[in-house]
């Protein structure tokens, strides 16, 4: 009898009620708001289904998450081996490569001019980081936040990773990538509150053909002139570059369906569990991330805006043949920004067709972004 109440009170003892707190529970809900948005409302689920998952594994089950020096038995936790891959910078630097191999860099090509504008939403990381820094935020941890206002989730974990801000990874992956699920609630009112009805009207001429020439030296001269000015930008531009090179030479066609369909799904599964897996309770329930969030909603917005107010401008000096609405998707999010753009634009008028001239700023966005972290790393002394 004994040695059946022991047995019973051995399994009581092992199950998460006994272990669960209260931040552990709010974790769990919010977990949960996660999957429902995710799964219900269809806020980019590829990324926040994982995420939430692996928030929900480790507010459960935290030994999921432990390395094998905190580990009694020396075996580290799943998620553990997952996250050592955010932290080698080397599931961001898939992710590029995927993301790369699945892009059409043609209206970037066509129009150079978007350049300027993808450079201009990049204004929201800086705020961001002058924001970081003033509310006591070391200069690393600073620039290291500063990232999620390019909406840029992998660049936003590779640059934490580079400047050792480890202790903040988690809640900079998830701000960045909520903020990227929300990229259709975010940004319309932005865009709609700084343009008027007739610039959201504003119908812009066709692009003009991109020879396949031109698609198959753009990667290359991209990696060249970027990587020789700015070394640290090559495991990001490097494998964007390497992932539409694959697509637009059509000789490896094999490599371009596996980096954009197979690998990159992989890549997403490992990376969206193990950042939601950073997110416990004792490590997400702080002042700290609740400044992160904040300081990444405001970066956001600024980018956003900033890349509206340079498309205006360009629009002034056009006489009125560019949208405003296409420097909106100067942020990161790849394609959900120019998606968001011609949504707007064809909300003003249904014949308004802009998701390809926004894709060009969209491309820029990704990788000035990329640029940015390279120039922090640079400054910092980081290789």
């Not at 995710?38 to 998952?53: D, W």
């Not at 950042?275 to 416990?280: D, E, K, L």
Request: aromatic share 8%; proline share 5%; with cysteine.
């Amino acid at each position: 009898m004994e040695y059946i109440s022991n047995t019973l009170g051995n399994l009581v003892e092992q199950t998460a009620f006994m272990n669960l707190t209260v931040g552990n529970l709010i974790m769990i809900g919010v977990a949960c708001i996660f999957l429902y948005l995710a799964i219900r409302h269809g806020f980019e689920p590829l990324l926040l289904v994982p995420i939430a998952f692996g928030m929900l594994l480790v507010n459960i089950y935290p030994d999921i998450m432990v390395s094998p020096e905190e580990a009694s038995n020396g075996t580290g936790g799943l998620l553990y081996y997952f996250y050592l891959l955010d932290e080698w910078s080397i599931l961001p630097s898939l992710i590029f490569l995927g993301v790369g191999a699945m892009t059409d860099f043609g209206p970037l090509i066509a129009n150079p001019k978007s350049f300027l504008l993808g450079a201009a939403a990049q204004f929201g990381i800086f705020a961001a980081y002058l924001g970081a820094m003033a509310m006591g935020f070391s200069d690393k941890a600073a620039a290291a936040i500063s990232i999620i206002g390019g909406a840029d989730g992998p660049t936003s974990i590779f640059l934490a990773g580079k400047l050792e801000q480890t202790a903040i990874l988690g809640p900079i992956a998830v701000a960045a990538y909520s903020y990227m699920s929300l990229v259709p609630i975010i940004q319309p009112p932005i865009m709609k509150l700084l343009t008027t009805e007739k610039e959201r009207k504003i119908k812009m001429e066709q692009l003009r053909p991109v020879s396949k020439l031109e698609r198959i030296l753009f990667p290359i001269i991209i990696t060249i002139v970027v990587c020789m000015i700015l070394p640290t930008t090559a495991p990001l531009v490097g494998m964007l570059m390497l992932g539409n090179l694959f697509k637009e030479s059509g000789v490896v066609r094999q490599l371009t369906d596996t980096a954009a369909n197979v690998l990159m799904y992989i890549v997403v599964i490992l990376l969206g569990t193990s950042v939601g897996a950073t997110t416990s309770a004792e490590a997400f329930l702080n002042v700290d991330t609740i400044k992160i969030v904040i300081l990444g909603l405001i970066a956001f917005a600024f980018g956003t805006a900033a890349g509206v107010l340079f498309g205006k401008l360009m629009c002034w000096a056009s006489g009125g043949k560019v949208n405003p609405l296409i420097g909106s998707a100067g942020v990161s999010a790849v394609p959900m920004a120019a998606r968001v753009s011609q949504k707007v634009g064809a909300e003003a008028d249904p014949t308004n067709f802009l998701l390809m001239h926004a894709m060009g700023p969209n491309v820029a966005g990704v990788i000035g972004t990329a640029v940015v972290a390279g120039t922090f790393m640079a400054i910092f002394g980081v290789k």
